[in-house]
């Protein structure tokens, strides 16, 4: 199993000073989420029943209490008149227990839909992280090579956590307001239409200046998500590589483009905030107008003996309860524009497009295990990064089963590029590269990487102890297989000295142990995954002499009956190689053994010697 490289970072186009990207389409975001939630529809549509019935029995109240206000006047004005007998407390106290029982059955109501629809919210958040995880190991090598980790992280963290709040928060408020909205529009109908119409007058006012100020606001809230991704990957960047920012001056750098960043960032911030801020009290005058509109006509029609004292109160208590889910809605507004910032940025990245999926019939490993997997063959590889700079133009080479190969060459000659190719990592875009006569292409990428090993310059390692970081090449390898595998790569004689022998926990960036012990444990790890082609990119460059005699007895442990692919500058070290390939400019110029290649006094003669020459 080989090991995972680290991404280029590159940063985006937004830090370098170019123009923010426009709002994504804001309908699209929203109809996909509502795609997710269909899921759990029936959840959904119990929760909504349960929403009417609440509002239903939440609605009456103020009818059936004017009621109770029109018993205690008729019982005190004909207790003035003395023509009754006086206020009917009874029935007063009927009306008040019908009224406390509907608002606690409301209440009841309320409290199971928001549970289930918080349950939606949960379970939508759960999916869309979970699809975003998976969507991490079918991306190409190439999205990383432009994203920076922080970028991600950001997406998977950030904007995945400020779905799920906006949905436990918005879906249960929306239901509930609408379904209030409605009901008491209802309501008020059947206490006056006059009444009702002179109430309804002030939405479309509150309506519009809401769509007014969501459409200018959309855009500042994307752009907050966007920008807190950004801070995300530059902090990330920098801790990562603390040691060489201090050790190269680079603080006041890094800095001032933190303090760019986060400018950008609050100036977006502070946007998205004031019209958030600004719509409750802009909505809240408006309804303010419209109640004192209908308190104004309210009066006028009970002196007129056209309406009840009662009703004129049950219709005010309407007006101030249909007055607080239109600003409820208008609220909601601004969380909706954050839930779709974060999802058009989630989506987008769950739909980008995912690494060249294995054939339908794709040979298996199972179904060819007599077949020697060894040998390899590069035929007329051409290859770029981008189309318009092709890398390997026409990589030709044939190395039989068993052979040691040496690639060598100057910074950027292409020697990392055709381990790339050979791990398909990247797929070629002219050529073919064969294992034991076929083509890379036809195997599934899981077999693929079982039949190849990897010993990184760069080491991987993860928070875990040695001897979990050891069987991650073979997950199924017992204890006695991970001490093999490391006494071969020379781990067994130092790891007995380190506090909990093989228990010790490696921390996050495995630096409690050296940077031999870690590229010693990394080799271990290729061991336990018993490969028949290992791949060593510099395995030995940044090691001290006596740690790189441990790793040079490890690796020839290693590569023992196995097809090798060696990438190395120290040119002493594959002088017993079986071939060196020497590379410029992504081309083979010569091929041979040490001592042919420098009997010619050809590229790889310079190379070697000039080697020499720097080190005297």
């Known amino acids: 199993m080989p090991q995972s490289t680290r991404a280029r970072k590159r940063v985006p186009s937004q830090e370098m000073g170019l123009p923010t990207q426009k709002a994504r389409n804001f309908k699209r975001a929203v109809l996909k989420l509502i795609q997710y939630i269909g899921r759990y529809r029936w959840a959904a549509f119990f929760a909504f029943l349960l929403a009417i019935a609440s509002t239903i029995f939440m609605v009456a109240g103020p009818l059936i209490l004017g009621r109770a206000t029109d018993e205690l006047l008729s019982g005190f004005m004909a207790m003035m008149s003395g023509e009754g007998g006086g206020i009917n407390f009874g029935k007063i ?285 590069f035929r007329h590889v051409r290859f770029g990064y981008t189309p318009e700079k092709v890398v390997i133009k026409d990589f030709n080479a044939k190395i039989q089963a068993g052979q040691r190969i040496a690639i060598v060459g100057h910074t950027g000659a292409g020697k990392t590029t055709v381990i790339k190719l050979l791990m398909r990592f990247y797929d070629v875009t002219g050529g073919a590269i064969m294992i034991g006569g076929v083509d890379i292409r036809d195997f599934r990428r899981d077999d693929l990487h079982s039949l190849l090993g990897m010993v990184l310059q760069d080491t991987w390692l993860y928070n875990g102890t040695i001897a979990e970081n050891i069987r991650y090449g073979r997950l199924s390898s017992s204890d006695d297989e991970v001490r093999a595998a490391a006494k071969a790569a020379q781990v067994d004689h130092f790891v007995h000295a380190l506090p909990g022998d093989y228990s ?37 460059s940044s090691v001290d002499t006596r740690t790189e005699v441990l790793i040079q007895k490890a690796m020839s442990n290693l590569m023992e009956g196995r097809t090798s692919f060696i990438i190395a500058h120290r040119l002493s070290t594959i002088r017993d190689a079986d071939l060196i390939l020497v590379m410029e400019e992504g081309d083979i110029v010569e091929q041979g053994k040490h001592a042919e290649l420098l009997a010619k006094s050809g590229a790889y003669a310079k190379l070697y010697n000039s080697q020499f020459d720097v080190e005297e």
């Open 93 to 377: 106290a009927e009306i008040l227990l019908m009224i406390l029982g509907m608002y606690v059955v409301s209440a009841a109501c309320a409290f199971v839909q928001s549970y289930m629809m918080t349950g939606v919210a949960t379970k939508v958040t759960y999916r869309i992280r979970k699809e975003a995880d998976d969507k991490i190991h079918s991306l190409p090598l190439s999205y990383f090579d432009k994203v920076t980790h922080g970028e991600v992280l950001s997406l998977i963290t950030n904007d995945i956590d400020t779905i799920g709040q906006s949905l436990s928060q918005s879906i249960t408020q929306i239901i509930t307001s609408l379904t209030t909205i409605v009901g008491i529009a209802v309501m008020m109908l059947t206490i006056s239409w006059q009444l009702t119409l002179a109430a309804l007058l002030v939405v479309p006012v509150v309506l519009g200046c809401t769509g007014l100020i969501f459409r200018a606001s959309q855009k500042y809230f994307f752009s907050q998500q966007e920008y807190l991704g950004h801070v995300n990957g530059h902090v990330e960047e920098m801790y990562s590589a603390h040691a060489v920012v201090k050790a190269f001056n680079g603080e006041a750098a890094s800095v001032e483009q933190f303090n760019k960043i986060n400018d950008r960032l609050y100036h977006s911030a502070w946007k998205a905030g004031f019209f958030s801020g600004i719509v409750w009290p802009l909505t809240a005058v408006i309804n303010n107008i419209g109640y004192v509109a209908v308190c104004v006509l309210g009066g006028w029609f009970a002196a007129s003996s056209l309406m009840t004292v009662g009703g004129v109160q049950a219709f005010l208590q309407y007006v101030k309860q249909f007055n607080q889910p239109l600003m409820q809605v208008a609220n909601i507004s601004n969380i909706l524009q954050q839930l779709a910032a974060a999802s058009e940025r989630v989506f987008e990245f769950i739909e980008e497009q995912d690494e060249t999926p294995d054939k339908v019939a794709a040979i298996s490993l199972k179904d060819a295990s007599e077949r020697e997997y060894g040998s390899v063959e």
């Open 504 to 540: 010790m926990v490696l921390n996050e960036e495995a630096n409690n142990v050296s940077q031999g012990q870690r590229q010693l444990i990394t080799i271990a790890r290729a061991i336990l995954s018993d490969p028949q082609i290992l791949i060593l990119d510099e395995a030995t």
